[in-house]
């Protein structure tokens, strides 16, 4: 089972975003969210709201 850290860390690399670009494109959505926010994120240092890692998740995953 993978860890919230895992998912967006491995996913947003395999589609070759940058932290800064997936948070750009979670501005596109209308989530305004820093590059140090999901840094944070992938370190285990702070978690995502569920309606935030949803869309984090359609973005990457899918």
Do not use: H
């Amino acid at each position: 089972m993978y860890s919230i850290e895992e998912i967006i860390s491995s996913y947003r690399k395999k589609k070759g975003l940058l932290q800064q670009d997936l948070a750009d494109e979670l501005a596109k959505e209308g989530v305004t969210i820093s590059y140090k926010a999901i840094s944070n994120w992938e370190r285990n240092l702070a978690e995502p709201s569920v309606t935030i890692f949803y869309k984090v998740c359609i973005m990457i995953v899918m």
